[in-house]
């Protein structure tokens, strides 16, 4: 079935430094989110991407769709601490509304 | 404030027991999903309702696996019998139906984790 596939696996930044993660499908997505997972924490929605090219910012954080809509990217500029997490995308398999989840980058900064 | 009721929020049982997770999704969230969550699956997908109707559950073993929404404020995730591979942590999440070509966003419970010994 669809899958979204992303990278890196994990991430070791030193604060201050930026950090990408980068999910792919073989297939066009309709659309893409993101969440965030705190160690020990339950995943959080962070934003979703809709339109073919579209590019949202949050703060630090920046959200890119791919202008073919089969791949997506979250920057992070200038790593904090409480950046720490595992980040997912997400998208929806098969036309239906069904989540299906990458299987995360795993952030840690060292202070 | 809002949010995902699961309980228990940890359960440690014998292997061929029964295990019964609960969720309580947001109230006037019609969209129910169950993940299960382990290092080397990650995030997989047991089960999906709309309006308490199981849209999906092909992610599901069905042998020992079930899911169930008795009414809207209860969604019920079952393993009878339990194995030590079951153990993961299981998270409910509960959205509103997307509009356009948007996705429901989906607001997570904190997760049961569950240990089969």
């Known amino acids: 079935g669809q899958q979204v596939m992303q990278i890196p696996q994990y991430q070791h930044v030193q604060e201050g430094e930026d950090f990408t993660t980068y999910c792919n499908s073989s297939?066009?997505?309709?659309?893409i989110q993101w969440y965030k997972q705190r160690p020990g924490g339950h995943p959080v929605f962070l934003i979703q991407?809709?339109?073919?090219?579209e590019v949202k910012k949050q703060k630090r954080l920046t959200f890119q769709f791919g202008e073919a809509k089969k791949n997506s990217s979250l920057h992070i500029t200038a790593t904090q601490t409480t950046d720490v997490g595992t980040y997912f995308c997400a998208a929806p398999r098969g036309g239906s509304e069904k989540l299906v989840f990458g299987k995360g980058t795993k952030l840690t900064v060292n202070p | 404030d809002a949010r995902v009721t699961q309980t228990p929020r940890h359960k440690v049982t014998e292997m061929g027991q029964e295990v019964t997770m609960r969720c309580q999704p947001i109230?006037?969230?019609?969209?129910v999903f169950w993940y299960r969550q382990t290092m080397m699956q990650g995030l997989e997908l047991l089960a999906y309702f709309r309006n308490r109707a199981p849209l999906d559950d092909s992610g599901m073993p069905k042998d020992r696996f079930s899911a169930e929404m008795p009414d809207a404020t209860l969604a019920t995730l079952k393993i009878q019998p339990s194995e030590p591979r079951d153990s993961a942590v299981y998270f409910c999440?509960?959205?509103?139906?997307?509009?356009?070509?948007?996705?429901?966003?989906?607001?997570f419970g904190q997760g049961t984790r569950l240990t089969v010994v």
């Open positions: 297939t066009t997505l309709s659309n």
């Open positions: 109230l006037g969230h019609n969209t």
């Open positions: 999440a509960s959205g509103l139906p997307g509009t356009g070509t948007g996705n429901t966003e989906a607001f």
């Open positions: 991407l809709v339109k073919s090219g």
